[in-house]
């Protein structure tokens, strides 16, 4: 085949991968978000999902509790991602006619016993939330903050009640058992057809009753299903007690909008002070632009005029002794201890580093829209997965720069080590989440199948990238390394290795940490999340700010005559991840209500695996970016 006709077919071949993968993306990642048309009196089907508390981060099965159920409760079709998160999408009684309000509709009636009351006291008590979900769109309340914000605020879900103490008196519980639903739509004038853009519900306590005994025809006095407001004639709350009964009820009314379908999710991704957040984006850029410069007018003159005085020492006749940085070039590419180690987590690393990537690049294209719960968990899940190859390749091309011959080994520790850890966190808290009883706990197929991505496809990708890797010609050091390594002078105390590490890790974390808190907020206060854009620009930033503070350390101890700099780099920039978990333990006492010892230990052991992870990201990019640094400077000068 000619070049010409070879380079055609290449071509046309990573066209339709490209094209593949975007189709794949969309149809994978978007499921069922597509805008459904509604005819005047269609059957509106309300679907239940996980009851969630921010008080105890444990999710639970929406009909844990004694609410109204199906005669056959059926569980919808979820992602990975859900099943993570703890999502349990079941259907209810709750069914409205397409612009036809009801008013009282009765539901059910329950009389809880003794086990029933007390899990109804204990959710009541730890502020829980039900959600429910119409036509992809969850259930907001709207809260009012005050006349002078006329624009609410929305509360996902609704809590099942509360909980009143008087002076003297015993505490009481009181169930939202009477939901007024609002169901927003957009009607299209020419078709008379209306699309759902907007789900709302107002909860209240309403002790009903009723005369004579208790039948389907039943009819409740305390409010008039043909009035306006529903909840007339209540004297009193419905009070949560044993063998007391409960009568579930709602109205349900349909309110047209001017709200397109395709702007109908602007409700629930503005529920945070944009203001605020911008605002402090863009000061955390600004400064960080600000100290980069800084740090780049710093290092180019020294770096320059060293380089200039060593090529210039090298072309006069009297030889003069070496000083500074090029003392060390005959060691300074010896390789490290641990050096099978440090392969492993540089490869790790570059997987995390295209997994990011490539899943920042799909949310900020719209891929990963938060109509589809748990896309983004799967989508990183899935790139994890396939960015094996690149994790394989990686690690095989560093073990082989340091005369290492078994890349089947390195293959294997690569793909098992940082899982494994990972796993064995993950298999401790998913017994806790078992012991609780808790929907958040990973069923036993979902186990099954994460353990199959990991051995099934992860670990064969690992192994073709090593052996690709392998295959390629060992990577060359510039310079030649001495057969005797030289005696490191003794160093200042603030190049000692621990406070230089420490130091380090201070810039990329400021880089990052107003972000962080927006984070940690959309994951454990129950809020979306869906500034990508703004998170693309801190990832750049960090990128830039792991490698700039990696590269001014590693040269003031390469000129220190310490060349000992192969973990220090990684380490550097790696150590950001600790003042992550520090912070996180702040966001803990500061911004968190919670009090069990299990909530607690879920909270910990998650963002030990979020700092775990951010350790290997920073810390590889520090050490690529002090790899080529040094390969740089030792190729630019003149040596014997």
């Known amino acids: 085949m000619d070049p010409l006709r070879r380079s055609l077919s290449l071509r046309s071949l990573i066209l339709l991968l490209f094209f593949l993968l975007i189709h794949g993306a969309r149809s ?26 921010i008080k105890t981060q444990l999710p639970y099965s929406f009909y844990s509790l004694p609410f109204c159920h199906p005669k056959k409760i059926l569980d919808s079709a979820e992602n990975l991602g859900e099943v993570l998160r703890g999502d349990r999408i079941e259907n209810s009684l709750y069914e409205f006619e397409m612009r036809d309000p009801k008013m009282c509709k009765i539901l059910c009636r ?8 007390k899990d109804l006291k204990e959710k009541i008590a730890d502020y829980y939330l039900v959600n429910m979900i119409l036509d992809n769109l969850p259930v907001v309340v709207p809260l009012w903050r005050s006349e002078q914000h006329p624009t609410p605020v929305y509360q996902l879900g609704f809590h099942v009640g509360l909980k009143s103490q008087y002076a003297g008196s015993k505490e009481k519980y009181f169930i939202y058992n009477h939901l007024a639903f609002a169901v927003k739509f957009h009607r299209d004038a020419e078709t008379d057809l209306a699309r759902v853009v907007g789900f709302e519900v107002k909860p209240f306590s309403v002790k009903h009753e009723y005369e004579g005994t208790w039948n389907e025809n039943t009819r409740l006095t305390t409010c008039d299903p043909h009035a306006r407001d529903t909840v007339v004639n209540a004297n009193s709350l419905q009070e949560v007690e044993e063998s007391k009964e409960i009568i579930f009820t709602y109205d349900v009314e349909f309110l047209e909008s001017d709200v397109k379908w395709a702007s109908r999710w602007d409700t629930y991704l503005l529920m945070s002070d944009d203001q605020i957040h911008w605002f402090s984006i863009v000061n955390s850029l600004m400064i960080v632009l600000f100290l ?23 072309t006069q006749e009297e030889a003069q002794e070496e000083t500074g940085w090029k003392l060390v070039h005959g060691d300074v590419f010896r390789p490290p201890s641990n050096s099978d180690l440090l392969c492993i987590y540089v490869g790790t690393g570059v997987q995390f580093f295209c997994m990011v990537l490539v899943t920042m690049i799909f949310a900020i294209l719209g891929f990963l829209s938060p109509s589809n719960q748990g896309g983004l968990m799967t989508a990183m899940l899935l790139l994890w997965v396939f ?80 052996y690709i890797g392998f295959k390629k010609p060992a990577i060359e050091d510039p310079v030649k390394t001495n057969k005797i390594p030289r005696q490191i002078p003794e160093q200042a105390w603030y190049m ?13 974390f400021g880089a990052v940490f107003i972000e962080l808190f927006f984070i940690l907020t959309s994951i454990w206060l129950n809020q979306f999340y869906n500034v990508f854009g703004f998170l693309f620009l801190v990832f750049i930033i960090l990128i830039v700010t792991c490698a700039e503070i990696t590269i001014v350390l590693c040269y003031f101890q390469l000129c220190r005559e310490d060349y000992l700099w192969w973990w220090r780099s990684y380490l550097t920039a790696g150590s950001s991840a600790l003042y992550l978990f520090l912070y996180a333990t702040f966001y803990f006492f500061t911004k968190l209500e919670i009090t069990k010892l299990v909530s607690g230990a879920l909270y910990f052991g998650y963002m030990l695996i979020v700092s775990y992870a951010f350790f290997v990201l920073t810390g590889t990019i520090g050490f690529y970016a002090c790899f080529w640094f040094t390969r740089l400077i030792y190729s630019s000068v003149k040596i014997n």
């Open 110 to 117: 329950i009389v809880p016993d003794a086990k029933q009351t």
């Open 496 to 508: 000692n290795p621990a406070f230089s590490i420490l130091i380090g890790g201070i810039l990329p």
């Open 292 to 314: 980069s410069g800084m740090v780049a007018m710093i290092m180019l003159r020294p770096l320059y005029r060293d380089i200039s005085k060593y090529n210039e020492l090298e």
């Open 387 to 466: 960015m094996g190859l690149f994790a394989g390749y990686a690690s095989s091309r560093l073990y082989k720069m340091f005369k290492g011959t078994e890349w089947k080994k390195m293959a294997v520790r690569t793909a098992i080590v940082f899982p494994a850890i990972v796993f064995a966190i993950f298999f401790v808290l998913n017994a806790l989440l078992w012991g609780q009883k808790s929907s958040g706990a990973v069923p036993f197929g979902t186990m099954f199948a994460l353990v199959f991505l990991w051995f099934g496809i992860s670990v064969p990708l690992v192994f073709v990238g090593a």
């Open 28 to 53: 994978f990642y978007l499921p069922g978000v597509a805008p459904e048309d509604f005819e005047k009196g269609h059957l509106l089907k309300v679907k239940v999902n996980k009851l969630t508390s």
